[in-house]
Each structure stands twice: as structure tokens, then as C-alpha cells.
């Protein structure tokens, strides 16, 4: 078998496969579509089955087209399975349920959140217990009898709801997010009205990983480390995130450097570069490359059950174990394309809603950029002096991957770091202290040796050291330049760009040069249309507040009498007591009156008050509250509008 055919099968398979997938997305296939997709995916193997022997050139064409045709049906298949095993009816009135949490709960304000496995749920009018088997996303107010931790099971009252998605208020799809993480609800449990049961569920091997994960994460606090210091050596060794502050993590990303607090592909490829080295005497025994592979694969997963089994970690651990094996069985210069190409196939076979998972798209667009214009940057010069070979090295992957994700980066988050070279040339060598260090203090606090007080104080002084170099820059003047959003065709236009760039800079034909030029140009008048179309103003009524927005900019107002004027329109935000018992002469007149949780009262006391033009009701009222409201409104004849089910409203100023 070539190298050439190790590559180009897995690449192309893989392409087909996430089309599959992002059609059957776009299409919005439902599971009524899965008879006729599997018919098709049947229709369509048969064909490649039929093509497959023949050696005539036109026959070939059929049989790669019948082979693409199946991954692409394939796709459509995995991805409406996947989206079933999400999406549930779930009742329009509280409910009793009974579940296991399967992650380690966190302090969400006054509320704990976790993520809860629903088992069973009973039913109002049968009394019975129906399955379920779904995830949600659970908030409950703590008791201070009842203590709640990862494999515990929970028996709660409360109306799950389908996520809510506000994408057009605040530009995140939360809804789309939780789907893509495999919960299909989020609910409330207040105080007395949830019990943890005495039977525990059982613990799987992802939840005992959380719960060792836990356990390093309080040898840290044994340690001394508390803070942004124990927050930096969590995110950065074992991918708790649990401790960073949004100051932080705004430092990090202003630095261009976000990337070492997501445990992810660079600690792997760290933690990679320290395993090999130290394994390399192996190389000189009989059988020594496989040995090496065999013990570094090991020590990676060993390293992702370290840090909880996260997504992040197993899908950068992936990529490194088919890239292990593919550099042992074939040649060095496919295996990097072609690992990456099996890795990608192989994660969206087992999760086809990994491919809407904006870090999956980051970690492979970033290694696949790497791969295509690091030897073209590394290149450019060459040194004698081994540390300035080291530092252009350094260089040369920032830039690779930066300029791969650039597309990708505008379009999601509108903003790019001015002196992401200089962060990463300090990054690249405190990282890996802080990681070597940080593995060697564990070792040696399990063999219970007095020296982990002075190793220990070496992880401190490196975060710390780290900390305040990425804070140093996040105060140059020009860190950051913010608010350059790209549209969608206009990052697949850049996509396009950069890849013809790089053709061009392999090939030099004029060709490759010419698409350059023509995707420049409308790139470009893109961006001149974009300048000159006129930005509308709005007002949103969403999560209790009012705000105004300007293109892709949100601001809160706010007012100690609840009453917001904003140009020819009036708001009465109703989230509290005060309303209630009040009388006027002179009812003043408004636009919109939003009713919020801790309004208390009927609109009864409302009305004499206001001359209402319409009724707002939140998403964070009562089901039962909301429809009493709504009654109330259709008998006084007043519009209202019920926004629990998209979370926000808009009003064009």
C-alpha cells in the first residue's frame, strides 16, 4: 500500500462524512428522513461494491463518487441519531425526576450547577415511571443537610425546559451549545424540593476520572497554591477550568495566549516532547520504535484520564495516538496529514456534533495549518546559533497557526491579538516548566518526599512569572484589535485565500495566483459593502434587563426608578413588590411593560398605573405565573408577548 493512498483515502472520506454531516445540520433532517437516508446508504454501498473491481478509468470516477455519496449519506445518518439521543418532549409542567450527576458540580451564583443523567421521570396522570436517558443541565439551590457530588442520585421536582437560544441578543447560541455538548434541557431545583437518594448510581470511568481529577486539584490547594496561581496550574495541567475568573481568562485572550489555558493539543504536544525524549534510548534496542510508541500512547491516555477524559484532551490524545502509529507504519511525511485525517474521521464517527464544537474546529484547523505553513515559514531563514533557531521555531508555529485559525477567529469572536509572537515566545518555555514541574511535585508528593515544598514553590514562581507577562501585555497600547466580525462567506473567502496562497507558494503557477488575487478583490469589496450598509439600532428586553445594540454591541441600562426612556419609546420593568398597592391620577404612558421574576401581584395592580401599549412576559417566570399573566392580559385586552421560548425581544429604534 503507497503513502499516497494512506493520505488521500481518509482525507477525502473524512470531507465527505462532515458534509454529510453540516447538510443533514443545515437541512434540519429529522428522524422521519432515516428510512429513506438508509436506503440510499444502501443503494450507495451496492454501487461501490459494483465499481470496486473494475480497472476502467470512467468506472473508477463512479466508484469514488459512490464511495463519497455513502460517507456523505453516513453523516446524515450518525447526525440524526445523535440529535435523538439529545432531544426530548419534556413536560410543560413540573415534574418529578429521578437521575445521576455526572460531572463535578460548580457555584453558579446562589445555585450549584451540574450536569444531571435524567433516568426516569413520573408521570402526572399515570403515576408511572417512564424512561428517559437524557442529559440536562441542573441548577439547585444548595441545602445545607444535603450535599451533592459527581455519581450521586438526585430525585428533584421542576419544569425542564428545551434550552434557550438568544443568539440574536447576545451573538452565542447557548441552546446550540449544550446541544452540541449532549444536553437537551435545563432546570431549576429550589431548596425542599430536591433529595439526594441513598442508592448511588454507577460510576463510570469518565466520573472517576473527575473525581481523581478533583483529588490533584486539591494536592494543589495542599500545596499553597490559591487564586489566578492555582487557577493558571488547574487549566493548564489537568483542564480544570473550574477556578479561572473572567479577568483572566480576558488577560489571556488580549496576550493571545487563551490557547495554554485550554488543555488541548500544545500540552500534548509537550507533554509528547518530554515523553520522547526521555524515551528515546528505546530507539536502540530490537523492536525499539514500536516499545516507544506503545509506551508513549500509554502514558497520553494515562495523561487524559489525568485530566477527567474532557473532550479537549481525549480529541488532541486521538490525534497523537493514530499520529504515533501512522509515523511507525508509514512513511514521516504523510503521517502527520494522514493521522489528522483519521483522527478527524474517527471522532466525528463516534460524535458527528463535534464538528459544530468551535474548539474542534480551532484544534484541527490549527494542526492542519501547522502542517501546511510551518515548513514554508521555518524556511525563510536559516541559523547557526541554536537558540535563535529555537525562538524563529517558536515563530514559525505561532504563525502557522494563527494564520490557519484567522478565518475562524474574526468569525466567531471578532478580535485578534496584536503581539501573539511575543506571548507565545514566553508561553512556549514557561509552559513546559510549569507542566514538568508541576508532574515531577505529583510524583513526588505520592512517594511522600520532603522536597515537594521547594518543587511546589517552582510551579508558584513560574505562574506567577507567566501571569505577569501576559498581563504586562494585555496593557500595550494596541493589545487587541476588537469588533473586525467576518460573515460567513467572508471567512470562507479568507479560507479560500490562504489555502491558494499556499498552493502558490508550493507550486508558483500563475494559476494558484490568479484565484488568490480574485478571492482579494471580492474579499475586499465585501468589506466596502459591509462599511457602507447602514447599521440599525435596537432594544432588547432580555434576562430581566434592557439594552441597547449597535451592530454587535451590547449595553446594559439602568434606571433606580425602573422606568427607561430610549429616543421616541418607554419601558416598565417589573421585577419587584413595589407596584403593588400604588395609585396615581395621572397613569403615565408606556410603550412596553416586562414582567421579570419578583414581580409580585396581578396586573390588576398594573393597570391603573399605566396606559400599556404591550406586555412582555420573561423567560424566568413560573410556567403557571406566565399563563395567569396571560389570562389576565386577554381579559383587560392587552397584546402580550411570551419570550420564554427565545429568550429576548427585539424593538428597532
Known amino acids: 500500500m503507497s503513502s499516497r493512498f494512506t493520505f488521500y483515502p ?31 446508504f444502501v443503494i450507495s454501498v451496492l454501487f461501490c461494491l459494483f465499481f470496486y473491481r473494475t480497472s476502467t478509468y470512467s468506472r473508477r470516477f463512479a466508484f469514488g463518487l459512490s464511495a463519497s455519496c455513502s460517507f456523505m449519506l453516513l453523516g446524515g445518518i450518525l447526525y440524526i441519531l445523535a440529535c435523538n439521543k439529545v432531544n426530548y418532549s419534556w413536560p410543560s409542567a413540573d415534574s418529578v425526576y429521578v437521575g445521576t450527576i455526572t460531572d ?54 421542576s419544569q425542564v425546559r428545551k434550552p434557550v437560544s438568544d443568539v440574536d441578543f447576545s451573538g452565542f447560541d447557548y441552546g446550540r451549545y449544550l446541544e452540541i455538548q449532549g444536553i437537551g434541557g435545563t432546570a431549576v431545583a429550589f431548596a425542599g424540593r430536591w ?47 473550574a477556578e479561572l475568573t473572567r479577568e483572566l481568562k ?33 530507539r536502540h534496542i530490537r ?17 487524559a484520564f489525568l485530566s477527567g477524559l474532557s473532550a479537549s484532551v481525549v480529541r488532541a490524545v486521538t490525534m497523537f495516538t493514530v499520529y504515533t502509529l501512522a509515523s511507525v507504519v508509514s512513511e514521516e511525511r504523510f503521517s502527520g496529514f494522514s493521522a489528522l485525517s483519521l483522527a478527524a474521521f474517527l471522532m466525528l464517527v463516534y460524535q458527528p456534533m463535534y464538528l459544530f464544537d468551535i474548539s474542534f474546529q480551532l484544534s484541527f484547523v490549527a494542526v492542519f495549518s501547522i502542517l501546511l505553513f510551518y515548513p514554508l515559514f521555518s524556511g525563510l531563514c536559516h541559523f547557526r546559533n541554536k537558540v535563535a533557531g529555537y525562538v524563529w521555531n517558536i515563530l514559525s508555529l505561532s504563525m502557522a497557526a494563527q494564520l490557519g485559525t484567522l478565518p475562524f477567529v474574526l468569525y466567531y ?17 514557561l509552559s513546559i516548566c510549569i507542566l514538568a514541574i508541576t508532574l515531577l511535585a505529583l510524583v513526588l508528593s505520592a512517594c ?10 517552582g510551579v508558584e514562581i513560574a505562574v506567577r512569572l507567566l501571569n505577569g507577562s501576559m498581563a504586562q501585555i494585555q496593557h500595550w497600547s494596541g493589545a487587541q484589535i476588537s469588533s473586525v466580525y467576518l460573515s460567513a462567506w467572508q471567512a470562507i473567502l479568507l479560507a479560500v485565500l490562504l489555502l491558494a496562497l499556499w498552493q502558490y507558494c508550493v507550486s508558483r503557477r500563475a494559476r494558484e495566483l490568479i484565484v488568490s488575487l480574485i478571492c482579494l478583490n471580492v474579499l475586499l469589496v465585501s468589506f466596502v459593502m459591509t462599511s457602507m450598509k447602514k447599521t440599525e439600532d435596537y432594544l432588547y428586553l432580555a434576562r430581566a434587563g434592557v439594552y441597547t445594540k449597535h451592530d454587535r454591541q451590547v449595553n446594559e441600562l439602568f434606571s433606580s426608578s425602573h422606568i427607561y426612556k430610549v429616543e421616541h419609546l418607554c419601558v416598565a420593568l417589573l421585577d419587584n413588590g413595589t407596584w403593588k398597592n400604588r395609585q396615581t391620577a395621572y397613569p403615565l ?26 406586555v412582555v412576559l420573561d423567560a424566568s417566570l413560573s410556567e403557571a405565573y406566565r399563563e395567569k399573566l396571560k389570562q389576565e392580559c386577554e381579559t383587560a385586552g392587552l397584546d402580550y408577548i411570551d419570550i420564554s421560548e427565545k429568550g429576548s425581544y427585539a424593538i428597532l429604534l
Request: aromatic share 12%.
Open 448 to 457: 511522600n518526599c520532603w522536597i515537594v515544598a521547594f518543587v511546589s514553590q
Open 589 to 614: 404612558s408606556v410603550d412596553y411593560v416586562y414582567i421579570c421574576r419578583g414581580f409580585k401581584g396581578s396586573l390588576k395592580d398594573v393597570i391603573p398605573l399605566f396606559h400599556i401599549g404591550r
Open 104 to 157: 463535578i458540580p460548580h457555584n453558579k451564583g446562589k445555585a450549584i450547577q451540574a450536569t444531571v443523567h435524567i433516568e426516569h421521570l413520573k408521570d402526572t396522570l399515570s403515576h408511572e415511571w417512564k424512561p428517559v436517558n437524557r442529559n440536562i443541565m441542573l441548577y439547585w439551590i444548595p441545602d445545607s443537610a444535603q450535599v451533592l457530588q459527581c455519581g450521586d442520585r438526585i430525585c428533584f421536582c
Open 195 to 241: 433529595h439526594r437518594l441513598s442508592q448511588c448510581g454507577e460510576t463510570t470511568w469518565a466520573q472517576h476520572a473527575l473525581m481523581f481529577r478533583e483529588q490533584i486539584v486539591a494536592t494543589y490547594r495542599s500545596w499553597g497554591l490559591k487564586g489566578d496561581i492555582l487557577a493558571v496550574v488547574s487549566a493548564l495541567t489537568v483542564g480544570d477550568k
Open 250 to 282: 480576558a488577560t489571556y485572550s488580549a496576550a493571545g495566549a487563551s490557547h495554554v489555558l485550554a488543555l488541548s493539543g500544545l500540552h500534548i504536544g509537550i507533554l509528547t516532547m518530554i515523553l520522547s525524549w526521555l524515551l528515546y534510548p528505546l
Open 10 to 40: 481518509p482525507f477525502r472520506l473524512s470531507v465527505a462524512l462532515a458534509t454529510g454531516i453540516f447538510l443533514s445540520h443545515c437541512w434540519q433532517a429529522v428522524r422521519e428522513y432515516l428510512p429513506v437516508l438508509l436506503v440510499l
Open 413 to 429: 469572536f471578532g478580535a485578534f491579538p496584536a503581539y501573539f509572537l511575543l506571548a507565545n515566545l514566553v508561553v512556549a518555555p
Open 287 to 303: 523492536g525499539g520504535k514500536w516499545a516507544m510508541g506503545v509506551c508513549l500512547v500509554s502514558f497520553l491516555w494515562g495523561f
